[in-house]
């Protein structure tokens, strides 16, 4: 065999490895511009479905130190005992506040720069999407916060004794009441571990979302239906709550506290009575509902993109 004839076979080994390897799946780009207001609506939806579980998260992490640990079925418990089954939705009004502000803002600015980054050709690659992620969960985080503060001090209030309780009676209440006892920089009280948690949040949730989602497409004989939404929308979840764990606790800690505490105050005490251990403290709440809500806000949201597409005819 001459050194032309390896020299053809070996071309021909790499055209076929080629052919088996990414190129041979090709993904259409999506290069439709949805509405800025998708991804805040999707996550009202959700809301709606996981605000239960998000409740009995902020009571664990919020629970007294010194009190006996409460799993989440035993949190369950107690609130449908003392509260009934509607104090699984106490807070429900401020939450659905804060998609329609948070979240509306960091699915928006993130689809606006992804967009403008994106070619008919080729899409941003994971480190871009990354940093574009972090900048719109950042500003999310901002524009969020004084909803995020409320819905935090409502689904904890009825943990309080009577005479700590704010009893707000909605959200609008709440925000008035605020800025009225305890001024308008109440509504910015935790905006620093916030914003960063919404950074992270954001980051680790719709970035891994959009690289999961490509990779199921490239490697796997699965379309974009609901199969692939789902198990890209699980592992975006997973992923996320582990990466914000820790920020998600000093968050609700300082948001929470009746009294105005900085930041380095509160790390230090939980460090001094818990150990290492707070930073995972309310980790199987906060994966029970940040999995199904990103689940439901991802398939929300492509639903949204999938009527939106057909009722202007862009299938």
Not at 136 to 152: I, T, Y
Not at 246 to 273: F, G, H, N, Y
Request: hydrophobic share 40%; charged share 20%; glycine share 8%.
């Amino acid at each position: 065999m001459t050194l032309a004839q390896n020299t053809d076979m070996s071309r021909q080994g790499d055209s076929k490895f080629k052919r088996s390897g990414r190129e041979r799946k090709n993904v259409k780009v999506d290069r439709v511009r949805y509405p800025f207001w998708f991804g805040g609506s999707a996550s009202c939806f959700a809301a709606c479905v996981t605000h239960p579980l998000d409740l009995v998260k902020v009571r664990l992490q919020t629970a007294c130190r010194a009190a006996p640990s409460r799993g989440m079925m035993g949190m369950f418990v107690d609130v449908v005992k003392f509260d009934g089954i509607l104090g699984l939705y106490s807070g429900l009004s401020a939450s659905l506040l804060r998609q329609m502000t948070y979240s509306t803002t960091r699915f928006g600015v993130y689809a606006e720069i992804k967009q403008r980054f994106t070619t008919d050709k080729k899409s941003p690659h994971f480190l871009s999407l990354v940093a574009m992620s972090a900048v719109s969960g950042f500003l999310g985080g901002v524009v969020g916060n004084p909803a995020d503060v409320l819905n935090v001090r409502m689904q904890n209030d009825a943990a309080l004794p009577e005479s700590q309780r704010r009893n707000y009676k909605h959200a609008a209440d709440g925000l008035t009441r605020m800025v009225r006892e305890e001024g308008w920089r109440s509504l910015f009280r935790g905006v620093w571990p916030n914003s960063m948690r919404a950074l992270l949040m954001t980051s680790s949730q719709l970035a891994t979302y959009d690289a999961f989602k490509q990779l199921i497409l490239i490697e796997t004989s699965l379309g974009d239906g609901i199969t692939t939404h789902f198990t890209a929308s699980f592992l975006a979840g997973f992923a996320a709550t582990t990466i914000c764990s820790p920020v998600d606790v000093i968050k609700t800690r300082v948001m929470s506290a009746k009294e105005s505490e900085s930041l380095l105050t509160v790390l230090k005490d939980i460090c001094r009575q818990e150990g290492v251990r707070w930073m995972f403290r309310g980790w199987v709440p906060s994966f029970i509902r940040l999995g199904p809500q990103t689940i439901a806000t991802m398939i929300f949201l492509e639903q949204h993109k999938k009527i939106y597409r057909r009722l202007n005819g862009l299938n």
